[in-house]
């Protein structure tokens, strides 16, 4: 065993050299295959992105513009948009709703759960144990490169926050584009008037007196079914706020009719991506949109040091709206990117690399390590 050999005088030596061995091995392999992998030049890149014809595009003006504050969204008009399939995973049940109630081996578990589950969530809207709250925020929009700009008025000469985004950059052998989210919104020099949004809403305000209640009367069971409840009601709400948006505060899709599955598949148009996912893998630009959204403040969301959300059962992103609006992933990404991303949000490289290490497409040096 490791601890045997740890122990072992006579052997302890040979085993830690033996480990570091393998360790270097796997470095240098790993090296290897960041080193074969071909990327394009920023400036390529860039030119090889999404091409929109903007003289053609209808921009439809949002109701209103600036922040709208949601102060306690109902949570039984939220429960209707639950999507009840990843509930399950919490409980390492794999199938989708509602049809993993028929599977032979544990669907009337799974059947059970679902009940307690809704019996709990019907305590909690009675009780009003939790509470929802949003804020979402419209903006005149336009990019300039690979930044968007946010406005603070229809004049748009303020800029009221300015968005980072990354774009792909490893080399493809097809035609697709390299995309960036900043190609889903009309450059500056089009003269076109776009407009973009962002969000932050969270279904967790009251949870901690809640999981301290059951914590008290050591039931494990419903802290849990707490937690994953509040989840699925952040990420419904979520959905929720995106369809009022779509349909009536935006309102660029007015006649949209979709089911609730058709609604979970993402058959709409227009994305909400968010900061740390693939298709913008920089948590610190959660920061930027928390300012703008005055998002604390407006719903009681905090933003940890490593960004991420407190109360956990919260959600937040940008919203985009044009019709070629599609998820995607960055993927891993080259140092001269990285050198003028660093410059575009006046960070240290070396800090930029700590943020973005897991798509760092070459070997850090050792002082960027430590």
């Not at 980072?164 to 900043?182: F, G, I």
């Not at 009536?248 to 993402?266: D, Q, R, T, V």
């Not at 993927?331 to 006046?346: M, P, T």
Request: charged fraction near 30%.
């Amino acid at each position: 065993t490791v601890a045997g050999s740890l122990m072992n005088k006579d052997n302890r030596e040979g085993f830690v050299g033996a480990v570091k061995q393998e360790y270097e091995r796997m470095r240098i392999s790993h090296k290897g295959r960041k080193d074969n992998k071909k990327f394009l030049k920023i400036a390529d890149a860039r030119e090889k992105g999404l091409k929109i014809n903007w003289q053609e595009t209808v921009f439809t003006k949002p109701t209103f513009t600036g922040n709208k504050v949601f102060d306690d969204f109902p949570l039984d008009k939220i429960r209707e948009k639950i999507d009840w399939t990843p509930f399950f995973l919490t409980w390492e049940l794999k199938g989708k709703y509602p049809a993993i109630f028929d599977d032979k081996n544990y669907g009337s578990e799974a059947k059970k759960i679902y009940d307690d589950a809704n019996k709990l969530l019907d305590d909690i809207i009675a009780n009003k144990w939790l509470k929802a709250k949003a804020v979402i925020g419209l903006y005149p929009a336009n990019s300039v490169g690979d930044d968007i700009e946010l406005y603070s008025n229809e004049k748009r000469k303020e800029v009221a926050a300015t968005l980072h985004t990354l774009r792909q950059q490893a080399e493809k052998t097809n035609d697709d584009p390299y995309y960036a989210l900043s190609d889903l919104v009309a450059p500056k020099e089009s003269g076109a008037n776009d407009y973009m949004g962002c969000f932050a809403v969270t279904t967790g305000i009251g949870i901690e007196a809640l999981l301290e209640k059951f914590a008290k009367e050591h039931d494990d069971y419903n802290s849990i079914m707490t937690k994953a409840i509040a989840d699925r009601l952040a990420e419904a709400f979520a959905e929720l706020m995106h369809e009022l948006v779509r349909k009536e505060f935006w309102g660029y899709a007015k006649n949209e009719n979709l089911s609730n599955e058709e609604i979970i598949a993402e058959k709409y148009h227009g994305i909400r991506p968010a900061p740390g996912y693939p298709a913008q893998p920089d948590h610190t630009e959660k920061q930027l949109i928390f300012d703008l959204l005055e998002a604390e403040e407006n719903t009681g969301i905090k933003l940890t040091e490593s960004f991420a959300m407190y109360p956990a059962s919260s959600v937040s992103g940008l919203y985009f709206s044009h019709p070629e609006s599609k998820y995607f992933n960055v993927g891993k990404i080259s140092r001269d990117q990285v050198e003028e991303y660093a410059s575009r949000k006046n960070m240290p490289v070396e800090e930029i690399e700590r943020w973005l290490a897991p798509i760092l497409g070459y070997e850090r040096t050792e002082k960027e390590v430590i």
